[in-house]
C-alpha cells in the first residue's frame, strides 16, 4: 500500500484546489488545506503512480512564496521530493473605495477607484467592473468618470450591474490605467451588502480583484403617501450591519 502528503503551509488559507486527478482519472476534488492526502492499494514493482492537482490563488490571497513539500509512504518507507515554490505576485489591477468607504446611505454618494499597472508589456486589454444589484440600487453622479485623470463622457460605459471599458490600445511594462467613478445610492435602495469586484482582461488572462464591499444599512418606506381619516399606512424599515 502506499500514501503521499503533499504539504504546502498557507494553502488552506490562500488557495483553492480547482480538481484533482490521480493517473489520468478525476477524483473528488478535497477541500484545500495545508496538507493534502492521498492514498492507494498495492503496487505491482516499477507500476507508477500520477497524481496531478490544479490551485488557484483566491483573491484575497497574501503576496508570499510557498513552499509545497511532498512525500510518499511505500510499505511503511517515507520517501521526500525536493521542495517547489510558487510566488504570489502583486495583483496588476486594484479597486477601492475611496477613503475606505464601507458604508453609504441613500442619497450618499460612494467613489471607486480602479487602477491596472501593467507588469510587463500587453497587446491588448480590457477591463469589466461588476457590482450585482447597481442598477437596481445606484445611479451614475455625472462628470465623476474619469480615466488618467481626463473626462471620459465620451466613453461611459452603458450603466449596469457591469460596466466594460475597452482598451484603446496596448500597454507597455509600467503603464498605469487609472478609472474614477462616482455612484449615488438611490432613494428607493434595498438595504443590503454589494460586493463589486473588477476584472482585467491582459492579452487573454482574466485577473480579478479583491471585492470591495459597501453597505446600505437602513432604509425606511411607506405602502401610500396619502390617506384620509380612518385609513392607515404602513412603514417597513430595513437595516444590516455592514460594520465587523
Same mark, same amino acid.
Given at each position: ?13 490562500n ?23 492521498? *492514498?492507494g %492499494?498495492?503496487?505491482?514493482k516499477?507500476? =507508477? ?46 479597486? #477601492? ?9 441613500? %442619497? ?5 477607484? #480602479? *487602477? #491596472? ?6 497587446t ?10 447597481? $442598477? !437596481?440600487?445606484?445611479t ?7 480615466? $488618467? ?6 466613453? $461611459? ?9 475597452? %482598451? ?8 498605469? #490605467? ?6 449615488q ?34 432604509? =425606511?418606506?411607506?405602502?401610500?403617501? !396619502? ?16 460594520? %465587523?
Open positions: 500500500s502506499w500514501s503521499l502528503a503533499d504539504v504546502m503551509t498557507g494553502r488552506g488559507t488557495f483553492d484546489v480547482v480538481s484533482v486527478t490521480v493517473d489520468g482519472s478525476a477524483i473528488t476534488t478535497p477541500t484545500s488545506a495545508d496538507t493534502l492526502t492521498f *492514498t %492499494g498495492a503496487l505491482a516499477d507500476q =507508477k503512480v500520477q497524481i496531478v492537482y490544479v490551485l488557484r490563488a483566491k483573491t484575497t490571497a497574501t503576496e508570499a512564496t510557498y513552499t509545497n513539500t511532498a512525500s510518499v509512504t511505500l510499505d511503511g518507507t517515507p520517501y521526500s521530493a525536493p521542495p517547489v515554490n510558487v510566488t504570489i505576485g502583486q495583483d496588476p489591477i486594484t479597486k #477601492v473605495a475611496d477613503g475606505g468607504q464601507s458604508m453609504v446611505t441613500p %442619497g450618499q454618494n460612494v467613489s471607486y477607484t #480602479v *487602477t #491596472v499597472t501593467a507588469d510587463k508589456a500587453y491588448a486589454y480590457s477591463i469589466a467592473d461588476v457590482m450585482t444589484g447597481r $442598477n !437596481a440600487n445606484f451614475w453622479v455625472a462628470g465623476t468618470m474619469s480615466i $488618467n485623470g481626463a473626462a471620459a463622457t465620451t466613453v $461611459n460605459p452603458t450603466f449596469g450591474d457591469t460596466l466594460n471599458f475597452a %482598451g484603446t490600445g496596448s500597454l507597455a511594462k509600467g503603464d498605469v #490605467v487609472v478609472i474614477k467613478y462616482t455612484l445610492a438611490k432613494a428607493t435602495a434595498a438595504a443590503g451588502k454589494y460586493s463589486n469586484t473588477a476584472t482585467a482582461t491582459l492579452d487573454g488572462r482574466d485577473i480579478p480583484t479583491k471585492p470591495v464591499d459597501v453597505t446600505i444599512p437602513i432604509t =425606511k418606506a411607506a405602502d401610500k403617501t !396619502a390617506l384620509l381619516k380612518g385609513e392607515t399606512v404602513t412603514y417597513t424599515l430595513n437595516f444590516e450591519n455592514g460594520t %465587523g
